[in-house]
């Protein structure tokens, strides 16, 4: 095994005493349990070939969509890159509008110009993606840099994954929020692995937020399997951010169950040992916490159950939306080329 | 929306390029331009290697942090790449970042923020996203700029979809295309000259904007068309001037703008002169000079007498040695042997 999970370096942000109330912890375990929901649905349908989009489904790494965006408002925004569907999601982007661009439909949320990997919802604050990895990096610090300058009171939040701090483009809008203080929190995905390439062909032996860190901004690792550790962070960063302090860098490690992309797991073709991923799934997000909940007495059976149907009902009713929207006519291939 | 209302408000719109009235330097009017558009919207920043040198990028600059702050006149770290995405995310929210460079052999590090991202944010987000980005770079040439100092890179960017291109070539439209770029909603680079940069000119006061897309006829003549932007044309110019002693008269087109390119104005001259020449700053090949020959096959044939001719630079690299550089880049001479032999036939 070579990434077994290791809590090392893991800074902890939540502290035992800290007192939520049910609701918000309910609240959390629910959107995950939402997006993992959702993504099985995709997953299990993806082979009748209807969703004619790359897909990259977040299986396994739910808690750190959800931890950070609990820590926002609505009108901040958020940015990430190809692995879209979780920060949309736990943003509050509207999923029958997500599942009609999965559809290549219409109403598609980018009217089937984006597929799986631009997703965006202007009105929640999801304000962009790329497809491109790094690439969606600068422009969150732009937007950053545009609430600073008008005053305006939103932050911004860049999702990335581990590779995509090997990117030029990472360290050149790193260094231009630094010395900017710019109201933006990086969010860095570490689940190891860039499709089939292990970090440690790709990367020094360093820890990847110790190079942030040396930007002079306050970096750290922490446990991305946990919701509450992830809250706890992203919300001293998105504190720092909004006060006029500047950026901060969080890794986050988590493991992606499935592929890089498609919708099954593919460690049996030899790149990761299929029991690293049995050994993650004992760490899984959403299961510890289902477990601490119910330890607090924060959950039941019966409320879990309820969920599980309210939830089952959304995303039959979201996907029948989109089997049954129009797809777009030839005449939408030149709108919107350029702007008003 | 300051930008329309300011612009509407102005009747400059309306101004024509007088022969009488203020006389000003190119770069005096890029600077009265970006000055004027500092003043009429907050959402307006210019930013830059150097803009806040004692004397400015290239003197275009100069002053305009003392006069605005440096909150909205900035130097930048090297980092074009990083730099152009966060322009197009800071165009994204609203703003109107002018980012200037003194090469746009610098671009081609920023190439995936331009033509994935920026060009693409509009479209991809169905309408809506959109981005009033300019991208200023100014064309070297001379005393040792060389291969990697001079590139004239417009015509790997024309075929660009989302992206506006404007090559001024007077102080007139350097001023009036520079704020019509900026009031305009859309990634646009403008393609300056830095031998364009040396001459004088007639510019009004105030606001105005000269039309993005819109060719001018710089002379009129039957002979043929000459058709290009920017120094090219200011060469072609020359030869017209020196050819005309001799009988010889075309249709001389400052395009302005290559993306969108003004067609209507090539068809309707060369409808009456059946033959046509283009002439670029840059490559031949693939480029301008390839995109308006092709275009006029493909559209105008039956218009034309003889075939199209152009005139851009060689399939090889721009030599640093002054001797070389001789050689490389087309010159009066040669625009005039091409003319003569166009009008002879
Ligand atoms: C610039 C660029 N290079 C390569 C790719 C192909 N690619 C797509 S996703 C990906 C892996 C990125 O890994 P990481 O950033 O760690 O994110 P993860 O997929 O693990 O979530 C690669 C190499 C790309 N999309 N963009």
Redesign the pocket.
């Known amino acids: 095994m070579r990434y077994p999970y290791n809590p090392e370096n893991f800074t902890s942000f939540h502290s035992s005493e800290t007192v939520y109330d049910k609701a918000f912890l309910t609240r959390l375990y629910r959107e995950m349990l939402r997006i993992r929901r959702i993504e099985e649905e995709i997953a299990s349908r993806y082979h009748e070939d209807e969703m004619k989009s790359p897909i990259?489904l977040v299986i396994g790494q739910e808690s750190t969509a959800v931890g950070v965006c609990a820590a926002l408002e609505k009108t901040d925004l958020a940015f990430c890159?190809?692995?879209t569907h979780g920060v949309y999601l736990a943003k509050g982007g509207d999923l029958k509008a997500m599942m009609s661009e999965l559809y290549c439909r219409a109403n598609g949320c980018a009217g089937s110009r984006g597929g799986s990997m631009h997703l965006f919802d202007k009105s929640v604050g999801m304000e962009s993606s790329s497809?491109?990895?790094?690439g969606s990096i600068p422009t969150s610090v732009g937007a950053a840099f545009a609430s600073q300058r008008r005053k305006d009171k939103f932050i911004c939040v860049s999702f990335?994954?581990?590779?995509?701090t090997e990117?030029g483009a990472f360290w050149e809008a790193l260094n231009f929020a630094a010395l900017h203080k710019l109201p933006i929190v990086f969010i860095c995905?570490n689940?190891f692995?860039?499709?089939c390439s292990p970090l440690e062909v790709r990367q020094p032996k360093v820890a990847i937020y110790k190079k942030a860190e040396s930007f002079g901004v306050p970096s750290v690792q922490i446990d991305g399997t946990k919701v509450l550790e992830v809250y706890a962070a992203a919300r001293q960063a998105v504190e720092r951010a909004r006060s006029g302090a500047g950026p901060s860098f969080i890794e986050s490690v988590a493991y992606?169950y499935l592929g890089?992309g498609g919708a099954t797991d593919d460690s049996a073709s030899g790149y990761r040992d299929p029991a690293e991923v049995e050994h993650w799934r004992e760490h899984d997000p959403i299961s510890t916490f289902h477990d601490f909940l119910v330890s607090k007495s924060q959950l039941t059976a019966t409320e879990i159950e309820q969920m599980e149907k309210e939830i089952r009902s959304e995303v039959l009713s979201a996907f029948e939306h989109a089997i049954s929207s129009p797809e777009p006519g030839e005449e939408e291939l030149m709108t919107h080329v350029y702007s008003d | 929306m300051p930008w329309a209302e300011a612009l509407i408000a102005s009747k400059a719109e309306e101004v024509e390029v007088g022969q009488e009235g203020r006389i000003l330097s190119y770069v005096d009017a890029l600077r009265e331009a970006l000055s004027l558009a500092l003043d009429l919207d907050p959402n307006v920043f210019v930013l830059g290697q150097g803009v806040n040198d004692p004397r400015g990028m290239f003197g275009v600059t100069t002053g305009l942090h003392e006069e605005f702050g440096v909150e909205r006149v900035f130097d930048t770290p090297l980092s074009e790449e990083g730099l152009t995405g966060i322009c197009a995310g800071a165009a994204l929210v609203g703003m109107r970042p002018v980012y200037l460079h003194n090469r746009p052999d610098f671009l081609l590090l920023a190439f995936n923020q331009i033509v994935s991202h920026a060009s693409k944010f509009s479209w991809m987000d169905n309408g809506k996203g959109r981005v009033p980005l300019v991208i200023w770079s100014a064309i070297g040439r001379g005393w040792g700029s060389g291969a990697q100092h001079s590139q004239a890179i417009q015509g790997l960017l024309m075929g660009v979809p989302g992206l506006k291109i404007i090559m001024p070539s007077t102080p007139y439209d350097a001023k009036g295309l520079m704020l019509a770029a900026i009031a305009d909603n859309n990634p646009t680079l403008i393609f300056e000259h830095r031998w364009s940069m040396r001459s004088k000119g007639h510019v009004p006061e105030g606001t105005y904007k000269v039309p993005i897309g819109k060719g001018v006829y710089r002379k009129r003549g039957t002979d043929l068309t000459v058709v290009g932007t920017s120094h090219a044309l200011e060469v072609a110019l020359e030869a017209m001037d020196e050819l005309s002693p001799q009988g010889i008269s075309a249709d001389v087109i400052d395009l302005r703008t290559i993306k969108p390119l003004d067609e209507e104005i090539i068809f309707e001259s060369l409808k009456k002169t059946g033959k046509i020449l283009v002439v670029d700053t840059g490559w031949q090949m693939a480029g301008v000079c390839a995109e308006i020959g092709c275009l006029v096959a493909e559209k105008a044939f039956h218009d034309l007498k003889g075939p199209v001719r152009r005139i851009g630079l060689p399939d090889s690299h721009t030599p640093a040695g002054f001797s070389l550089e001789q050689y490389y880049y087309p010159n009066k001479e040669k625009m005039m042997g091409v003319i003569k032999e166009m009008v002879e036939k």
């Open positions: 990259h890159g190809h692995r497809a491109i990895v790094a990335l994954g581990d590779a995509a990117e995905e689940n692995f860039s499709v992606r890089h």
